[in-house]
């Protein structure tokens, strides 16, 4: 590619952080498993790399690529989600204040409240979908107001533009959650946005098979030079193949998420109609709440999607029971279409409708996918 040019998602998928090898002219990056690197004779690096804790060929090819698909100034990349959501928190002092979602993904709350409120970080989850809420929630504290849309396992959609100009109106940052919408879907730098978080263990590693997080930042500030400190000192980096396997993913990221929005909507239009199902919840379907805003900040509606059977848990499980294609498992974004009763493992303390199951729609033919949830069904 040539440096200052403008690309399509598309291409930047394919080529950003991607380079033929200099020494050996190779098409594909080797992975670099060596933890230490040469000096120069006066002491110095030039070549950039002394320790792969610091920095690692794959690691940089990963943060690169990340950091052109979110259209941001640098990326740093983790060894898991939560490592990435950690390392963010890590740059907040005792004192400060964090205006959540309600229905943040259970793990972030739970560093929030079994890692932080012991340092004396502060926490408000709110039902982010009333602005005024949100405005009501921050205070002279508050330094990150945490975003993510859609969420799980509802699928509800807040405004991110609307709640990113009314944290920096406080003077706070607005940091999104990314990984149901993926960099293809949703930009939520260009919404306004200070950083964007990834678990790459999801769609951008998309094949269920790596650990990894991520932060994209929208400027190369103080704010980012913290991050970097937490991830160089507090080590929490993901190996070299991780790295190259969650590269190895992204040419095909654009396609996938293609695909999993069109198979995503056929099979909520299936259970939408379905008399066993009361409730499906899936933005891309024009009856949901969500759907208009949606429609607007999204250039699709996801692969993620969940519905409430009639009958409560006992109906919920023994669907789930005798699904022949989907596999009974948590996680999400991989090829392979999961089904999950989310309230089993978020534990006692869910608020999760008890007959409500979330389905990650993967890449099978979509017939084939409805045809077993229609078998599933008469079982529930
Ligand atoms: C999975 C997930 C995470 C955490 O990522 P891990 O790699 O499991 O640590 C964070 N946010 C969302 C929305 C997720 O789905």
């Known amino acids: 590619m040539k440096p200052g040019k403008k690309y399509k998602l598309e291409t930047l998928a394919v080529h950003a952080g991607h380079g033929v090898d200099a020494g050996t002219g190779a098409v594909t990056e080797a992975i670099h498993l060596s933890t230490t690197f040469e000096r120069d004779a006066d002491g110095g690096y030039s070549r950039g790399f002394l320790y792969s804790r610091n920095h690692n060929p794959n690691r940089n090819a990963l943060e690169a690529a990340l950091a052109a698909l979110e259209g941001g100034a640098g990326g740093a990349a983790f060894g898991s989600g939560l490592a990435a959501v950690t390392a963010i928190f890590q740059g907040l002092a005792p004192g400060d204040h964090v205006v959540a979602p309600a229905d943040i993904y259970h793990g972030t709350a739970n560093v929030l409240k079994h890692l932080f409120a012991k340092w004396g970080v502060t926490a408000s989850f709110i039902d982010m979908k009333n602005l005024d809420t949100v405005r009501a929630a921050m205070t002279p504290q508050t330094r990150i107001v945490w975003i993510e849309t859609p969420s799980n396992p509802l699928l509800q959609c807040v405004d991110i533009a609307a709640i990113a100009e009314m944290a920096h109106a406080m003077g706070a940052r607005a940091i999104a959650d990314n990984t149901f919408a993926s960099p293809v879907l949703q930009q939520p730098l260009a919404l306004g946005c200070d950083m964007v978080m990834h678990a790459t263990t999801k769609y951008l590693g998309g094949r269920s098979d790596v650990l990894g997080g991520a932060v994209v930042t929208r400027l190369d500030d103080e704010h980012f030079a913290q991050l970097r400190t937490a991830q160089l000192f507090g080590g929490?980096?993901?190996?070299?193949?991780?790295?190259?396997?969650?590269?190895?993913?992204?040419?095909?990221?654009?396609?996938?998420?293609?695909?999993?929005?069109?198979?995503?909507?056929?099979?909520?239009?299936?259970?939408?109609?379905?008399?066993?199902?009361?409730?499906?919840?899936?933005?891309?379907?024009?009856?949901?709440?969500?759907?208009?805003?949606?429609a607007r900040q999204m250039s699709g509606f996801g692969g993620m999607l969940s519905f409430e059977v009639k009958g409560g848990k006992d109906a919920a499980m023994a669907l789930a029971a005798h699904v022949e294609i989907f596999t009974r498992a948590t996680s999400l974004g991989g090829v392979e279409s999961l089904i999950e009763h989310r309230a089993s493992i978020e534990g006692p303390q869910s608020k999760t409708p008890q007959g409500l199951l979330r389905v990650s729609v993967g890449l099978e033919h979509a017939d084939d996918l409805i045809d077993d949830l229609a078998q599933a069904l008469t079982c529930a």
């Open 236 to 294: 929490a980096v993901p190996s070299p193949f991780d790295c190259w396997l969650v590269m190895r993913s992204l040419p095909t990221l654009p396609y996938r998420m293609q695909a999993h929005c069109a198979n995503a909507q056929k099979v909520a239009e299936f259970l939408a109609q379905h008399d066993k199902v009361s409730v499906t919840h899936y933005p891309g379907l024009p009856g949901n709440p969500f759907h208009a805003l949606a």
